[in-house]
């Protein structure tokens, strides 16, 4: 028989509680950006709208200082952009150790086979 140390156990349950909370805080963070992403349409439509962009520059519409600030936030904005992957990867490779932990704690477990 084989057992677990405690600080496998503690993982586990821990493992477990934050597999049952992803699926809805995930479901809630899409729904969030979702609504956030709608609301901004709407509201601001130079920050969200291509087309409505498009056609206020094909058209004039828009005021000189905004099409300077506009065009001073988009370096500012790609960086952001760049650093929110930055965090998404790290995070990513951050869960990936974490289920490495729990495939080893599973192997121990597991009865030994002639297969790896």
């Keep these: 028989m084989i057992f677990l140390t ?3 156990q503690r993982f586990l349950i821990k493992r477990r509680k934050l597999v ?4 809805w805080v995930a ?3 899409v729904i969030a950006i979702a609504a956030a992403f709608g609301w901004q349409f709407v509201s601001a ?3 969200a709208n ?3 962009v498009f056609n206020a520059i094909e058209h004039n519409l828009l005021e000189p200082s905004t099409v300077y600030t506009m065009a001073l936030l988009t370096p500012i904005l790609n960086a952001v952009v760049w650093f929110l992957l930055l965090l998404l990867v790290a995070a990513v490779f951050f869960l ?3 289920e ?5 704690i599973i192997r121990k477990l597991l009865p030994k086979t002639g297969e790896s």
Aim: positive net charge; without cysteine; aromatic residues 12%.
């Design 6 to 8: 405690q600080s496998d």
């Design 20 to 23: 049952a909370a992803a699926k």
């Design 27 to 29: 479901l809630f963070g």
């Design 45 to 47: 439509p130079t920050l």
């Design 50 to 52: 291509p087309a409505y």
């Design 96 to 98: 990936s150790r974490l």
């Design 100 to 104: 490495d932990r729990y495939q080893a």
